[in-house]
């Protein structure tokens, strides 16, 4: 955007240095503000694709490798990155994506408990064992309660 369309100085303040410098103080402390507004869309734009592609291919490998590949982004930086905007680590995410897909399922639909494992994306032992250790119960005992 044109800072001088906002600009509230007029051009007596110029003639001096501190007249100069507060302007240019200002100018500086607007950019800073515009650059980290900008920053913060494109880290929520990111974002909105990591969690798209995690509900979208859920039922698949959806390890950090594949999502930092889908999108051009180093697995570590992206990892560090997703925890410090969200607070809650990529694993942890995909893990509370699968169980609410799974709870969802179970609640919505005739799926057999094994094809909802695999739609979420474990085997159907092991999602036994998560689901139970998440809810307390299995699910099987969740969709009859």
Not at 78 to 92: A, F, I, V
Not at 99 to 113: D, F, N, S
């Amino acid at each position: 955007s044109d800072l001088t369309a906002e600009d509230p100085y007029k051009p007596e303040q110029f003639r001096s240095v501190a007249g100069l410098k507060e302007w240019a103080i200002d100018v500086l402390e607007r950019l800073k503000a515009s650059a980290e507004a900008h920053m913060t869309d494109s880290r929520q734009d990111l974002l909105a694709k990591v969690q798209s592609y995690i509900d979208e291919y859920m039922g698949e490998d959806v390890s950090l490798q594949r999502i930092a590949d889908h999108i051009h982004f180093h697995p570590v930086y992206l990892s560090k990155l997703y925890k410090q905007e969200t607070g809650e680590t990529l694993s942890d995410y995909i893990h509370r994506r699968r169980m609410e897909k799974a709870v969802h399922l179970l609640k919505t639909t005739e799926l057999k408990i094994y094809e909802i494992a695999k739609a979420v994306g474990y085997e159907n032992t092991y999602f036994n064992k998560v689901f139970k250790k998440q809810f307390a119960v299995t699910p099987h005992e969740y969709r009859e309660g």
